[in-house]
């Protein structure tokens, strides 16, 4: 059993939340399956033991987790402003889950570092956790944040783990964060997770259905759109990449998540291993990266396209035109030929 939650760490944990009132749990911003499956799996269990709690998102997350118990419950900071900041600043306790840096909150940061005296405390599975927390939770050998917090409660009161309300989150976060079980999850402690999570009764092929077959027609089409009209495939380097502008995502009524997994596709192509995928925003360019092996694509994302993640997932963002952007990603790599080859 791999040992993610250490005893002295559970055992501040729990001491802190004896004393704490009011929990407030925070995720990133564009949360995705894991922030929000690990955040209301938190949120149930604190429910359970009495505890006061919310969760905050930075902004809005996909349609396909709205199904989740407690979604309804989740405050978006960027929509309700006032509540979100009167509860950040009446917490007692402040989890930070699935991310490693406090920008990731986005304009939450300025109010949680200014009028937050809570004890704040993190969990998450990125590498290299900038110094913003009293207690810390992090290691990357764990397939999501979910897992993380799975074991968490085991170490609390691990008789809760039979709630399937709370297991349903957690499964969620599991399977989405790792390509259900394709990568990110080749250590038993998943399993034994998962296991554990199968024994309180959910109905793990309605939660994929939920998750993975609630697509709309248009985004069907637009990922048929990308894969045979904006795909580039660059053999010399095993690299592919779709790029979609914000004229071609408007003919798709694009809504936030369609384009969801669409990084993914390229991989799959015999002999790729690093795709991206462009897409153009108001104001900037979003960018995401997928390896296969060990080239590290948060590395490459922090040097050039103010991002970061996982070393075989991770996020960007270019200022520059769509492009520019492609232009100037394509130059970039003959330098990481060695990576590629
Ligand atoms: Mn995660």
New binding site residues.
């Given amino acids: 059993m791999m040992d993610f939650i250490h005893k002295s760490i559970s055992k501040e944990i729990e001491s802190a939340l004896k004393q704490a009132g009011n929990v407030v749990i925070i995720t990133h911003i564009n949360p995705?399956g894991?922030?929000i499956g690990?955040s209301l799996g938190l949120y149930h269990y604190l429910k359970s033991a009495g505890k006061a709690v919310h969760v905050i998102t930075p902004n809005s997350y996909p349609a396909f987790l709205h199904w989740l118990p407690g979604n309804s419950e989740i405050l978006e900071f960027n929509q309700a402003y006032a509540k979100a900041k009167k509860l950040i600043s009446e917490a007692d306790i402040l989890f930070h889950l699935?991310f490693n840096d406090p920008g990731r909150m986005d304009a939450m940061k300025d109010h949680v570092s200014k009028n937050s005296k809570a004890t704040k405390i993190l969990i998450d599975?990125h590498p290299k956790p900038v110094a913003f927390n009293d207690i810390e939770i992090s290691d990357i050998r764990a397939s999501?944040?979910a897992e993380l917090v799975f074991y968490l409660i085991k170490a609390l009161n691990g008789k809760l783990l039979t709630d399937r309300t709370i297991c349903e989150c957690l499964f969620t976060?599991i399977m989405t964060?790792t390509g259900c079980f394709s990568f990110n999850s080749s250590l038993p402690s998943t399993y034994q997770a998962v296991a554990s999570i199968m024994e309180s009764g959910i109905d793990k092929d309605r939660i994929y259905n939920l998750v993975y077959n609630n697509f709309s027609e248009a985004r069907m089409k637009l990922l048929g759109y990308g894969l045979d009209k904006k795909m580039k495939v660059i053999n010399q380097y095993h690299t592919a990449f779709i790029s979609l502008s914000e004229e071609e995502l408007k003919k798709y009524n694009f809504n936030t998540g369609d384009s969801e997994g669409f990084v993914n596709f390229p991989l799959s192509i015999k002999g790729i291993r690093f795709s991206a995928l462009f897409l153009e925003k108001k104001d900037h360019v979003k960018i995401s990266f997928r390896s296969h092996g060990n080239f590290p694509v948060n590395e490459f994302s922090a040097k050039h396209f103010n991002g970061g993640g996982h070393l075989n997932a991770a996020g960007g963002e270019s200022y520059h035109s769509l492009d520019d952007t492609i232009k100037m990603f394509i130059s970039l790599l003959p330098e990481y030929n060695n990576w590629l080859m």
Avoid: I, N
Wanted: charged share 40%; net charge negative.
């Fill in positions: 995705d894991d922030a690990s699935d599975h999501s944040t976060g964060d």
